[in-house]
C-alpha cells in the first residue's frame, strides 16, 4: 500500500475522540488527476471478469406488466457476476413453482461455457422456492446475498428501458413495505477499538492506483458500476477499523458475506450489513459532529454510485491492511443526483 494512504490512516488516530463509539473523519491524500474514469475502467474490471464467471446470479420474480389475462408477467433473469452472459425467460403463471424453476435453470447449466459453483439471489420473498428449486443442482452453492451487482444493473436497464415499452405496463408504486430490521450486536469477534470516516480518490481504485488485489489482505474489491460523469480525483467515503485483532477480525469479515455499510440518521446507528438481511451494529454518533460525518458518509455513496470503502488493520503504521473491502451500496446508488 502506497505511503499517501498509510499516512491519510496515520492522521485518523489523532482525530479520534472517543474508542468503540466515535466516528471521525480522516483527511484524504492528495488528489491527482489521470485516465477518465470510462477508460480505465475496463482494464481494472478485467480482473475481476475471470473468477466472476463462476458466480452466477438470479432473479425469479413478477415484473409491472399485465397480460390479456389480467395476471402478471413472471420472468427468470440469470447473469454472471462479471455480466458475460445474461439470459431473460418469460415464465408461464401455471408454472411458478421450485420444480419449473429448478428446470430451467439446470438447463443453463447444461449449456453454459462455464459452470457455476455458485448462484446467489437477492429477492427475501422468493428465498423459500428458490432455495428449494436450486438445493439439488449437483455442486452448484445457492447463496442468499444482496452482493448480485451485475443483476442489480440489469433490472435497473429494464425498469427503464424495457418494461414502459410493453402491451400491458403499469407504473410500479414506490415500495413502502421495507421490513424493519432489528440491528444485531457485533460479534466480539468483530469488535475493533476505534472507528474513523475516511475518503480517498477514485483513482486509488483504478488501475495505477494503491489498491489492488495484492495489497488487501483478507478483503475483495467489488466490481466498479459506470462512473459517466465522475472524474478519478471524486472521493469514495468509507470507514477505518483499527484494532489490535485486525488479522482476526479482517478473517472473521471473510465469511459473513460483507454487502455494504451503512449510517442511519434517525437511530443514530452506524451499520454493517452482511448476508440478504443481517444488520450489524458497529458504532453510535453521540454527538451533532459525528452525525454530520455519516450524512456526508451516505451522501458520498450516492454520488458515487454506492461505492465506498471498509479498511482493517492493525495500526496507521502497517504496511497495508489485514483486510480492504471496495463495497457498493445499490439502494444509496438510487438516491445519487446523477444518472447511472
Known amino acids: 500500500m502506497s ?4 499516512l491519510a490512516l496515520l492522521l485518523a488516530v489523532s482525530l479520534w475522540c472517543t474508542p468503540s463509539g466515535g466516528l471521525r473523519r480522516v ?6 488527476a489521470g485516465l477518465p474514469v470510462s477508460t480505465a475502467l475496463s482494464t481494472r474490471n478485467a480482473v475481476v471478469n475471470a473468477e466472476m464467471q463462476a458466480v452466477w ?8 406488466v399485465q397480460g390479456a389475462d ?3 408477467l413472471w420472468e427468470l433473469l440469470v447473469t454472471d457476476g462479471a455480466g458475460t452472459f445474461r439470459h431473460v425467460e418469460a415464465v408461464p403463471s401455471n408454472c411458478v413453482n421450485s420444480r419449473e424453476l429448478r428446470t430451467r435453470v439446470q438447463r443453463l447449466i447444461d449449456d453454459a461455457d462455464v459452470r457455476p ?3 446467489r439471489f437477492f429477492r427475501a420473498q422468493m428465498k423459500n422456492m428458490i432455495t428449494i428449486a436450486l438445493s439439488e443442482l449437483s ?17 435497473d436497464e429494464r425498469e427503464r428501458d424495457v418494461y414502459p415499452g410493453m402491451p400491458g405496463y403499469r407504473k410500479p408504486r414506490p415500495d413502502l413495505s421495507s421490513s424493519l430490521k432489528l440491528p444485531v450486536r457485533l460479534p466480539e469477534q468483530l469488535r475493533g477499538e476505534q472507528y474513523a470516516v475516511a475518503t480517498l480518490p477514485l483513482a486509488e481504485f483504478l488501475p495505477g492506483g494503491s489498491i489492488n488485489v495484492d495489497n488487501i489482505g483478507f478483503g475483495s474489491l467489488c466490481p466498479l458500476p459506470p462512473m459517466d460523469g465522475l472524474t478519478p480525483d471524486s472521493m469514495v467515503a468509507g470507514v477505518v477499523i483499527f484494532s489490535r485483532r485486525s488479522r482476526a477480525i479482517a478473517a472473521w469479515l471473510t465469511g459473513l458475506d460483507l454487502a455494504f455499510l451503512s449510517a442511519v440518521l434517525e437511530s443514530r446507528e452506524f451499520y454493517i450489513e452482511v448476508g440478504l438481511d443481517t444488520q450489524y451494529l458497529l458504532a453510535r454518533m453521540r454527538t451533532p459532529t459525528q452525525t454530520l460525518e455519516a450524512e456526508t458518509f451516505e451522501e458520498s455513496k450516492a454520488r458515487m454510485r454506492g461505492i465506498h470503502f471498509l479498511s482493517v488493520q492493525s495500526g496507521p503504521s502497517s504496511e497495508q491492511p489485514d483486510g480492504f473491502w471496495l463495497l457498493r451500496d445499490t439502494e ?3 438516491r445519487g ?4
Open 332 to 334: 444509496a446508488a438510487g
Open 70 to 72: 389480467g395476471k402478471k
Open 3 to 6: 505511503r499517501r494512504l498509510r
Open 139 to 155: 455442486d452448484v452453492a445457492c447463496k442468499p446475498s444482496r452482493v448480485t451487482y451485475a443483476l442489480y444493473d440489469w433490472l
Open 57 to 64: 446470479e438470479l432473479d425469479f420474480y413478477s415484473r409491472p
Open 27 to 32: 483527511p484524504s491524500p492528495p488528489r491527482r
Open 337 to 340: 443526483s446523477l444518472p447511472r
Open 117 to 119: 459453483t455458485t448462484i
